[in-house]
């Protein structure tokens, strides 16, 4: 099984795909930081990768990289956020390959054009159709 994962600090997206690259299950993980203790959140998403891990075989595990936006601030942010992701997916899945995926890349490597999260969103459904009328994270 292959694990993506479109990590952000309040809302993370999952999807779960076969060897045959079927939708096997999506997921999103909210986090809460209203008391701005980070533990809480990684805890957060910790038990949820734990409860992956416990019910499929993850071999592979792809993390899309950071947005380096206009804001320095938030994409620095971001990457520290993506790096505890990453951080967490080797302690929860030890034998599966771990990858940090910049999102031109993938993006390409399917041939989605356009900007954004609609253009993925549309390919997504396309490929995907029971993804339609769920969150754009999933």
Known sequence: MILGLDAAKNRTGWALLDDDE??????AIVTDHSD??????????RD??????RTHEVSGV???GAFLGPSAKVALE????????????WRVF???????MPPREWRSSLGIRGKGKGSALTYAVGRW???EG?????
């Open 78 to 89: 971001h990457a520290r956020w993506i790096g505890s992701f990453e951080v967490l997916a």
């Open 36 to 45: 701005e203790d980070r533990r809480r959140a990684f805890s957060a998403v």
């Open 94 to 100: 030890r034998h599966a390959l771990i990858e940090i």
């Open 62 to 64: 792809f993390v899309e």
């Open 48 to 53: 949820e990768l734990v409860s992956i891990s």
């Open 134 to 138: 769920r969150s754009q994270d999933e």
């Open 22 to 27: 079927r939708l096997v299950e999506t997921g």
């Open 129 to 131: 159709p029971e993804l």
